[in-house]
């Protein structure tokens, strides 16, 4: 099946085949083009180019141009629907025309780090947080993580599937296209399992692109109360073996951070995640300089993420590695904690991804456009900057930018359709208007 979009105004986020992540100068630059055309075919973008070569379309609903043209935008959006367009074309015609009437076309946004799947939520702690109390005081309350790990363990599989997926079609309309999803509130095996088994379903039956990270090492499970080290080998003799087993995770996770996991844990954790092949990804420095960063790249991790607290020797130990910094300021915003220092670790010529942390705790939201957004107001990155940190950045740190993340011919067509905006700033800027169009999965 053959789709083409006509009548884009911008095609936004264009890369050449084989770029896998942008770094330093590289990230201040989107590449557009203006009055566009884009063709997919199986799902996988085969084409794309300027609409005065654009392949067999209703030619009369493609003219005037969206940009030139004062009265464009009017005729854009009076014109027929595509459908109609269709209904011209040649009988037998096999393929399918979207009219984008002039908006911007981009590659949906990849979100590296999230927790969707857990149950309930936790607004009584919030208003814990408003009287004054941190989130480690929460936390040493036994609130936090462990009251996240009560609820679901008294959640069914299928409810728990339930709950999650509400929130994966909620992101989905934001424009999320492909989104990475932890475990960590079983801090049991059968719970870690649970969630980890919902997330393989979630893999299987949404059209977003899922790729699961096993955070047994969340905190410690209730039952382990003052045993840390006891659990610490829970993680890696029983649930480390039993999730490689059954083939639950793509990526391992630690919550390397004061309070919570040692680097000597998080390096415990990594060796054996080494020995069954499965790849890091790391809590770090939300709380504390925790010395995450710097295990996380001697184990070769995909990313290091939240930041929230670094000096300069995080920005020396990242430099010539593999390691993509990701940044959450979803939660510095919920949390009040400091934003990462984005643009310090660009102008070191490191490249940045910006993830949205969904969870019930820190960062009660998916919104992308919201992360890009306090990536330029809080972070001060330009909208260059930030766009590329949501896509191409965030889609090398969940291991997918060989598919994802870019308008490139040959990766899957995951896309944004936007109403006419004036601007791609416009996006951060205007961060609350609803201008999704359509979101093609
Ligand atoms: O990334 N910091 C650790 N984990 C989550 C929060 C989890 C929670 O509070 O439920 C985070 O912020
Ligand atoms: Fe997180």
Same mark, same amino acid.
């Given at each position: 099946m053959k789709t083409i979009i006509y009548n884009i105004g911008t095609l936004a986020g264009i890369l050449p085949e084989g770029v896998l992540k942008l770094e330093g100068a590289q990230m201040d630059d989107v590449n557009c083009i203006n009055d566009a055309y884009l063709v997919i075919e199986d799902g996988i973008i085969t084409d794309f180019g300027p609409m005065g070569n654009?392949?067999?379309?209703?030619q009369e609903a493609a003219l005037p141009s969206c940009r030139h043209s004062d009265e464009a935008t009017t005729i854009c959006h009076s014109e027929k629907p595509a459908t109609n367009c269709h209904s011209e074309e040649?009988?037998?015609?096999r393929e399918n025309l979207i009219n984008a009437k002039c908006g911007f076309v981009l590659p949906a946004f990849c979100? =590296?780090?999230?927790?969707?799947?857990?149950?309930?939520?936790r607004d009584g702690e919030f208003r814990d947080k408003i009287a004054g109390l941190s989130y480690e005081e929460i936390a040493a309350r036994g609130g936090g993580i462990l009251n996240s790990a009560d609820l679901l363990h008294e959640t069914s599989e299928e409810e728990l599937y339930r709950q999650s997926m509400e929130r994966v079609n909620e992101i989905m309309a934001m424009g999320t296209g492909a989104v990475e999803i932890k475990s960590g509130?079983?801090?049991?095996v059968e719970d870690e399992l649970k969630m980890l088994r919902v997330i393989k379903r979630i893999k299987e039956t949404a059209p977003i692109t899922v790729k699961a990270n096993f955070l047994g090492a969340h905190a410690v499970g209730r039952a382990y109360k003052g045993r840390q080290s006891e659990y610490v080998d829970l993680v890696c003799n029983e649930m480390l073996p039993k999730v490689a087993e059954e083939g639950l995770a793509d990526y391992v996770d630690v919550f390397c951070d004061a309070g919570f996991f040692t680097v000597e844990e998080t390096a415990k954790i990594l060796e054996k995640a080494a020995e069954y092949g499965i790849r890091p990804k790391i809590h770090a420095n939300?709380?504390?300089? =925790?010395g995450g960063v710097q295990v996380g790249v001697k184990y070769n991790a995909l990313s290091v993420d939240h930041l929230e607290k670094t000096t300069d020797a995080e920005i020396e130990a990242l430099?010539?590695?593999?390691?993509m910094p990701t940044m959450l300021p979803g939660c510095s915003f919920f949390l009040g904690l400091p934003y990462g220092r984005a643009k310090e670790y660009i102008e070191a010529g490191l490249p940045v991804a910006l993830a949205s942390?969904?969870?019930?705790?820190?960062?009660? =939201?998916?919104n992308m456009r919201f992360v890009m957004a306090l990536g330029c107001i809080?972070?001060?990155?330009t909208p260059e900057q930030s766009f590329n940190a949501c896509t191409i950045n965030s889609a090398y740190a969940m291991g997918v930018s060989d598919t994802l993340g870019s308008i490139t011919i040959?990766?899957?067509?995951?896309l944004i359709i936007t109403k006419p905006?004036? =601007?791609?700033?416009?996006i951060p800027y205007s961060?609350?208007?609803?201008?999704?169009q359509t979101v093609i999965l």
């Open positions: 654009c392949p067999s379309i209703c040649p009988a037998g015609r979100d =590296s780090h999230t927790h969707i799947v857990y149950a309930g939520c509130y079983g801090l049991t939300e709380l504390e300089v =925790s430099r010539g590695s593999g390691t942390d969904y969870n019930p705790g820190s960062s009660p =939201s998916g809080k972070m001060r990155l040959g990766k899957k067509a995951h905006i004036p =601007s791609l700033a416009f961060h609350q208007t609803p201008i999704i």
